[in-house]
C-alpha cells in the first residue's frame, strides 16, 4: 500500500471522528447551559480550551470574560467557521475530499454518506436547522458521521486501508477522550460551592458528551462520584470511548499494519511508542487518587497521542503534517 494512499485513510478517520466528537460535545453543552445553574463562560470556556481555539477566540473576540459567555457565537464558530480548523463544516469537508481522493479503496456507500452529509452542510437546510431545531441538527451530524464509521466496516474489505483509517479514528477519539476529560474534570472540580444536584449534572453532562452515560449507569449504582467518573472514562476496557480502550485499539491496528516481529520494516518508533502508551495506561488507571493525578495522566496522554501522530507521519504516511 503506497503512503498517499495510507495518508488519505488515516486522515479520512480522523476528520470524520472529529466531525462527530464536536457535534455531540456542542450539542451536550447548549442543553448543560439551558439547565444548569451556571455562568454561560463556565459552560462554554472548557469547550473552546478543547478544541484549541481559546487564543484565537480571544484574538478575535477580545480578552475579556465576554469572550466565552456568548455561547450562541461559540457554537457557530465550531459549526461553520472556515477559519477554525475544528469546525463541523470544516472537518466533513476534509473528510469527503480525503474520501474522494481515494475512491478507489472507500466503498461506494461510505463515501454516498461522507458526500451526501457534506452537501447537506453546504445547503440551506442545514442553516435552517441550525436555527430553529439546534438539536436535530447536530444529531443529523452525528448519524451521518456514525454511519459512515459503521459502513466502514461492514462494506470494507478488513484490510489495510480498514486498518489505516481505523488507526486514525481511534487516535483521535483517544486525544478527544483525553483533552474533554482533563478540561471538564478541572472546570468542574474547581468550581467551589456546586449544590449535589448541580454537581451530579456536571458529571453526567461529562459522560454524555462522551456517550458514555447509559454505559456508566449500566456499571454503578447510586450517587454519581467524579473519581467513579474518571475512572470510567479512564480504564474502562469495554467501554469504546475509554482512553485505554482507544489507546489499545490503536495498538492492535497497527500492529496489524506493521508486525512487532517484522523488524526490517518502519513504523518500529511509533509502534513503541504506542505500546508503552498502553501500558503506562493500564497500570495507572486504577491508581487515580485526586486531580493532580487525573491531570499528569491525562496531559501524558495528549502530548503522547499527538507525538505518535506525528512520528507515524514521519515512518509510515512519508510527511509532517500537523495534527
Known amino acids: 500500500m503506497i503512503s498517499r494512499v495510507a495518508d488519505h485513510c488515516f486522515w479520512f478517520g480522523r476528520y470524520v471522528e472529529r466531525a462527530e466528537s464536536t457535534a455531540r ?19 462554554w470556556r472548557p469547550v473552546v480550551v478543547v478544541a484549541g481555539e481559546e487564543a484565537a477566540c480571544r484574538a478575535r473576540w477580545g480578552d475579556d470574560e465576554a469572550t466565552f459567555a456568548d455561547g450562541e457565537r461559540i457554537e457557530h464558530a465550531l459549526t461553520w467557521d472556515e ?19 481515494i475512491r478507489e479503496v472507500v466503498s461506494l456507500e461510505a463515501w454516498e454518506t461522507t458526500n451526501e452529509l457534506h452537501l447537506y452542510l453546504r445547503g440551506d437546510a442545514a442553516r435552517a436547522d441550525f436555527a430553529d431545531h ?10 451521518g ?31 478527544q477522550t483525553a483533552r474533554i476529560l482533563d478540561v471538564h474534570h478541572h472546570a468542574f472540580t474547581s468550581g467551589a ?5 448541580v454537581a451530579t449534572s456536571l458529571w453526567l453532562s461529562l459522560l454524555r458528551s462522551l456517550s458514555g452515560y447509559e454505559p456508566f449507569m449500566k456499571r454503578h449504582q447510586g450517587r454519581v462520584a467524579s473519581m467513579a467518573v474518571v475512572r470510567f472514562l ?24 506493521r508486525p512487532p516481529t517484522a523488524t526490517e520494516l ?9 505500546r508503552v502508551l498502553d501500558e503506562l495506561v493500564r497500570a495507572q488507571r486504577h ?21 505518535i501522530c506525528e512520528t507515524l507521519g514521519k515512518e509510515l504516511l512519508g510527511h509532517d503534517r500537523a495534527a
Open 83 to 101: 477559519d477554525t480548523s475544528v469546525s463541523i463544516r470544516r472537518s466533513v469537508a476534509a473528510a469527503r475530499w480525503n474520501a474522494r481522493t
Open 193 to 197: 460551592g456546586h449544590h449535589e444536584v
Open 134 to 143: 439546534r438539536f436535530d441538527f447536530y444529531r443529523r451530524v452525528r448519524a
Open 287 to 307: 491508581e487515580l487518587r485526586d486531580g493532580e493525578d487525573v491531570h499528569e495522566l491525562l496531559t501524558t496522554v495528549v502530548d503522547e497521542t499527538h507525538a
Open 25 to 43: 460535545l456542542l450539542a451536550t453543552t447548549h442543553s448543560l447551559a439551558l439547565d444548569a445553574e451556571l455562568e454561560p463562560a463556565a459552560c
Open 234 to 257: 479512564v480504564g474502562e476496557e469495554r467501554f469504546p470511548r475509554s482512553v485505554a480502550y482507544c489507546v489499545r485499539s490503536a495498538y492492535e491496528r497497527l500492529c496489524g499494519i
Open 266 to 274: 518502519p513504523g518500529g518508533q511509533t509502534l513503541e511508542r504506542l
Open 145 to 175: 458521521t456514525q454511519l459512515t464509521l459503521g459502513l466502514l466496516r461492514s462494506t470494507m474489505l478488513h484490510d489495510e486501508p480498514l486498518d489505516f483509517i481505523w488507526l486514525g479514528v481511534m487516535l483521535e477519539r483517544v486525544s
